[in-house]
């Protein structure tokens, strides 16, 4: 073989056993908790089921919308949190009377976050497990997912998933507004 293509085939190969052992170690992370919550890359298609909670496309949550009780919106996509504070790397919008619960679809919580994500939904329903709630976060986001669940798990009975999120919502052309996220703890 010609040295030059020995030359070429050498960091080709390097490249190549790189490529599949980095696949091997991914491929070795786990996804989901021991407990059922998605640990891991949480930008990624989702299913289309969630257990005790009802998925609703746009039409549907406007319907939603214009009962009562009505529901209460619950935004958990993230914002970095540093030193007791959020940190704003880039403006977030959300649809209108919203309560941004940020970080709290992360699928492990710290028992702060934990508290956090209970004492707000308690706030928010007036301690009430029947108020509805809908959950979510961006289209093929599973921090909307782990919401819902682990409100399910808190004994909430009438959960939504609005599982394209404020994807959908602004593709079909509804209003937003800026957001901020509720204070913490």
């Given at each position: 073989?010609?040295?030059?293509?020995?030359?070429?085939?050498?960091?080709?190969?390097?490249?190549?056993?790189?490529?599949?052992?980095?696949?091997?170690?991914?491929?070795?992370?786990?996804?989901?908790?021991?407990?059922?919550?998605?640990?891991?890359?949480?930008?990624?298609?989702?299913p289309?089921?969630?257990?005790g909670?009802?998925?609703?496309?746009?039409?549907?949550?406007?319907?939603?919308?214009?009962?009562?009780?009505?529901?209460?919106?619950?935004?958990?996509?993230?914002?970095?949190?540093?030193?007791g504070?959020?940190?704003?790397?880039?403006?977030?919008?959300?649809?209108p009377?919203?309560?941004?619960?940020a970080?709290?679809?992360?699928?492990?919580?710290?028992?702060?976050?934990?508290?956090?994500?209970?004492?707000?939904?308690?706030?928010?329903?007036?301690?009430?497990?029947?108020?509805?709630?809908?959950?979510?976060?961006?289209?093929?986001?599973?921090?909307s997912?782990?919401a819902?669940?682990?409100?399910?798990?808190?004994?909430?009975?009438?959960?939504?998933?609005?599982?394209?999120?404020?994807?959908?919502?602004?593709?079909?052309?509804?209003?937003?507004?800026?957001?901020?996220?509720?204070?913490?703890?």
């Open positions: 073989m010609p040295r030059a293509r020995r030359r070429l085939l050498r960091p080709s190969l390097a490249v190549l056993s790189l490529s599949l052992l980095l696949g091997v170690a991914h491929a070795e992370t786990p996804l989901f908790s021991p407990d059922g919550y998605r640990i891991g890359l949480y930008r990624s298609p989702t289309n089921q969630l257990d909670a009802a998925i609703v496309d746009t039409a549907a949550l406007q319907t939603l919308l214009s009962q009562t009780p009505h529901p209460v919106l619950i935004d958990v996509y993230r914002r970095q949190w540093l030193q504070r959020f940190i704003e790397d880039q403006p977030h919008e959300n649809l009377g919203s309560h941004w619960l970080n709290t679809g992360d699928g492990d919580l710290t028992p702060d976050w934990r508290d956090y994500f209970a004492r707000k939904l308690n706030a928010l329903t007036a301690g009430d497990r029947a108020q509805p709630l809908v959950f979510y976060c961006r289209a093929d986001c599973w921090l997912w782990n819902a669940r682990r409100a399910a798990a808190m004994g909430y009975k009438t959960l939504y998933w609005y599982r394209d999120g404020l994807d959908a919502w602004q593709a079909a052309n509804l209003p937003v507004v800026p957001a901020q996220p509720e204070p913490f703890p």
